[in-house]
């Protein structure tokens, strides 16, 4: 009864604040902050009226009222995501929020949160709050303000709204005014860091001019950041795009960017400039780092090069190198490589999780004595089930016996579970035995019992 009680209660309660007022509701929880508290219930509660709450919450927002400047701010920027959907849904489900939004009657509340850009301190989710909530005043702001600091800050956050494809409206104004804070501000380092990275997540081919004289910035921070630009404009702004960013990599000595550059090159897995570039930047740069981000872009690129830089890397026992090498080997991969894979197996005397999953990959039946040594030797459990899924991959009757062999006598749970999964699913008849009498062992653990009982249905 007790029970019933307490629950019919929070059904009141909660069917209470539901129907409250949005001004009342926004009230209470400015009062619950002040008091010290945090509603996080009513706060997600009222993040989902969208518009009404952005209205409502705004003017509530004053500088000597420091308290409730961090939940205000993160309420607003969480009930303005709603800025994200399309126009015409916000006409149809969140009039409040189009009006704000799309309409001149919505500059007032704008301007009215902008105002908080002007105190002495900011709260941290002051910036999104600003590019969720009032855009159009935002960009107003960024043609007076001159705190590169700040305006770094504002940049940084709408380049996350906009990376993650959510600004519908203000791209095309957003990278106006990038290009005219470069004008206005142009020997600040922080603020072109900034632009640039809005100019890469806005995809902004037409200030293509900009990146490409970045590429000279005496900062090697600057650099770095223009070859991230340089890789996310699309076509057709991606030929001269990597015209500056192989001019760059004839000239570069620092590691940092000559690691972004070979991030950068894989970004044209067809081109063949970017292929023979990538090859010789590996041979000339001996830090691992960048040598990795090479491996990193080869992996997916369909460069002619790609084998040789494949066969240079399996011969470089680099720190994360040959790591890297053997994640980009595949099936696919050329003969050459594939058989220095294989003759690597043969070197290596404890158990190397990427080397494991490469002769998985490769599906080379000369791979298994290394294999069945590892599955002997190596005391690790969760190494010994990778080492189960590689063999899984690598046909023959010698892999089905060393599986069989290794059902019987595997002492950990969690191997013996991938173990029954990969006899059933190599349909290996010799394991529907041990697959019964696992099935109808009531002193075998419940899940083990359930997976030899699927895995009998595979035959």
């Not at 919505?106 to 941290?124: F, N, R, V």
């Not at 026992?317 to 080997?329: C, D, E, F, I, R």
Request: some cysteine; hydrophobic content about 45%; proline content about 5%.
């Amino acid at each position: 009864m007790r029970s019933q009680l307490i629950t019919l209660l929070l059904f009141v309660a909660v069917t209470a604040v539901a129907e409250l007022p949005t001004d009342k509701l926004v009230k209470q929880i400015a009062e619950r902050v002040m008091q010290g508290k945090y509603p996080a219930a009513q706060m997600r509660e009222a993040a989902g009226r969208g518009g009404q709450i952005v209205v409502a919450t705004t003017p509530l927002l004053k500088e000597k009222r420091s308290r409730l400047h961090g939940p205000l701010c993160q309420l607003i920027a969480d009930a303005a995501r709603i800025r994200s959907a399309p126009e015409e849904l916000l006409k149809l489900y969140d009039p409040a929020a189009h009006k704000l939004f799309y309409t001149k009657a919505g500059l007032a509340t704008e301007h009215q949160l902008i105002a908080a850009l002007d105190w002495k301190q900011w709260p941290p989710q002051l910036p999104i709050a600003a590019v969720r909530a009032a855009p159009r005043a935002t960009l107003a702001w960024l043609r007076t303000a001159d705190d590169p600091a700040r305006i770094a800050w504002v940049l940084r956050e709408w380049s996350r709204w906009i990376g993650a494809g959510n600004e519908r409206q203000h791209r095309g104004a957003l990278l106006t005014e990038l290009e005219q804070l470069c004008k206005r501000l142009p020997n600040n380092e922080t603020v072109l860091e900034a632009v640039l990275a809005g100019i890469g997540h806005a995809k902004g081919a037409g200030l293509l001019p900009l990146v490409v004289e970045s590429t000279k910035h005496d900062s090697p921070i600057i650099r770095a950041q223009t070859c991230r630009v340089l890789a996310k404009l699309g076509w057709p702004v991606n030929r001269p795009a990597l015209v500056a960013l192989l001019a760059l990599a004839e000239t570069e000595k620092d590691v940092t960017v000559l690691s972004r550059i070979g991030e950068a090159l894989g970004a044209f897995p067809h081109e063949a400039r970017a292929g023979a570039a990538a090859l010789k930047l590996f041979n000339q740069a001996h830090s691992p780092v960048v040598r990795r981000e090479i491996l990193y872009a080869t992996a997916k690129a369909q460069w002619r090069e790609r084998s040789d830089i494949l066969r240079a890397a399996l011969r470089v026992p680099q720190a994360g190198v040959l790591g890297v090498a053997m994640a980009a080997v595949t099936k696919d991969s050329p003969k050459e490589v594939r058989e220095q894979l294989v003759l690597l197996a043969g070197q290596f005397e404890d158990t190397s999780p990427d080397l494991v999953d490469a002769l998985g990959r490769l599906g080379d039946a000369r791979a298994v004595p290394y294999l069945q040594n590892c599955l002997r030797e190596e005391m690790r459990s969760v190494l010994r089930a990778k080492i189960v899924l590689a063999l899984e991959q690598i046909e023959g009757a010698a892999v089905d016996r060393l599986i069989e062999e290794r059902l019987i006598s595997e002492p950990d749970r969690e191997v013996r579970l991938q173990l029954v999964r990969v006899s059933a699913r190599r349909k290996m008849e010799s394991t529907l035995p041990l697959l019964l009498d696992l099935a109808m062992d009531e002193s075998a653990a419940d899940d083990l019992r359930v997976e030899a009982i699927w895995g009998l249905g595979a035959f």
